[in-house]
């Protein structure tokens, strides 16, 4: 009998170590035991194909969020006359490309139509109107959202409930009656309290544990909070300020998630100002890492070309990890560090894959770096190589790009 050679076997059976690159976000955060790392996106911005290509990237996008178009407004913009083909147009992307969609936003003070906000209501015929948009716009997504932000940001600054419609008329029972609502039209959905300035301890975070609180003394489903996290470079809150309010949720019994990260500044941006970003886009990703009911991120989209900062926040904006020419800016590489992400090890053992993540620096490779792939930049050891039909652009120090 041909006795193998040690190596021969481990060959054989695949025991070899395949020493990886970790390809992005998504994959980074997945090693980690998250559900996702994805992003918000818009009707407008899906006929720019770059912009789309990426937007489909799994490696760095396992999930996606309408960043309009299922907003109340855009559903129900007459009463009882209901409107999808925005929010079908984003839920049927996410199918295609194998990503979970998170359903934003079902009742909030904003976006509202008119027939809303500036309606004459009653107790019963407001409840009605919100029961009734409630049901049938989570019965028509029922089964395709992983999650539904349910209410959206009904609270001040100072931990009072902010003034509303719903509110006004009925009183803090609309959060139950609207839970209540989701959760029989669409009992798979993970129901979610959604606000932001709730990411790091103060009135507004206490009062957001208290809604959730509030849900469960009524007996009625509640299964997340949402922090929104739009933050501001410089003064982003440390992270054991996100760490503890994070669990300050999940202790409640309840999963968390950075539901639409981006962390602005004052524009023009510096380097001084964009290493500081990357460095607070790491603190974001590690709380969410260490805290294993925080389900995932979402960045509020990938590229500044699309962010809403710059049109609120006058003279602000580069908030997000990609520059408006789609090119990865240093928060790329702090979101990927924050995640764990690096070099990866990838063991097949007879049919099943192992990958550890280890959270070293960018892996030694000697691979050919694709399309949009990063190609050099201060520390990488990763590939410098450009797939043919591309050249490495040096974008900052940090980066360089295939293009
Ligand atoms: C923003 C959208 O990104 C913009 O395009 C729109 O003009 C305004 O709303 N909190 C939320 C999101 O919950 O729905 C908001 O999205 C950003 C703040």
């Known amino acids: 009998m041909v006795q193998l050679s040690s190596l021969a076997a481990a060959l054989a059976v695949g025991l070899l170590p395949n020493l ?86 079902l009742v909030w003070h904003s976006q509202l139509p008119n027939w809303v906000s500036s309606g004459t209501w009653t107790n019963e015929t407001l409840v009605a109107a919100m029961k009734n948009h409630v049901t049938k716009v989570a019965t028509h997504y029922k089964g395709r959202c992983y999650a539904w932000d349910v209410v959206n940001e009904a609270l001040n600054e100072d931990g009072t409930y902010r003034d509303s419609p719903f509110l006004k008329h009925i009183g803090e029972a609309y959060l139950p009656i609207a839970f209540a609502a989701a959760a029989a039209a669409d009992p798979t959905a993970k129901l979610y309290y959604n606000d932001y300035n709730i990411e790091s301890p103060g009135p507004k975070a206490t009062a957001a544990a208290k809604i959730v609180k509030l849900i469960q003394s009524y007996g009625v489903k509640i299964d997340g909070v949402g922090m929104q996290a739009h933050l501001i470079v410089g003064s982003s809150p440390s992270e054991s300020a996100l760490s503890s309010t994070l669990s300050s949720y999940t202790s409640l019994g309840v999963e968390a998630a950075y539901t639409e990260l981006d962390i602005r500044l004052k524009l023009p941006s510096t380097d001084a100002q964009l290493a500081q970003q990357s460095n607070d886009y790491r603190a974001v990703a590690a709380a969410c890492i260490k805290n294993t009911d925080c389900v995932g991120i979402t960045i509020w989209d990938w590229t500044d070309k699309y962010s809403w900062i710059p049109d609120v926040f006058p003279g602000e904006g580069a908030a997000c990890p990609w520059d408006e020419k789609l090119v990865k800016k240093p928060a790329y590489a702090g979101l990927l560090a924050g995640l764990g992400g690096g070099s990866s090890t990838t063991t097949t053992t007879a049919g099943t894959t192992m990958t550890t993540t280890t959270s070293s620096a960018p892996p030694t490779s000697t691979g050919v770096a694709q399309k949009w792939e990063q190609c050099g930049g201060l520390h990488w050891t990763g590939p410098t190589v450009c797939v043919s039909g591309t050249t490495c652009q040096k974008q900052n120090d940090y980066y360089s790009q295939c293009l």
């Open 20 to 105: 990886a690159v970790a390809a992005g976000l998504h994959e980074a955060a997945v090693a980690k035991g998250k559900l996702y790392f994805g992003t918000a996106t818009d009707n407008g911005e899906l006929s720019d194909s770059p912009y789309l290509k990426q937007l489909g990237n799994t490696a760095d996008f396992g999930q996606i969020t309408p960043s309009n178009s299922m907003k109340w407004e855009s559903t129900e913009p007459s009463q009882n006359s209901f409107s999808f083909a925005g929010g079908d147009a984003i839920a049927d992307l996410a199918k295609t490309n194998g990503q979970k969609l998170r359903c934003h936003a």
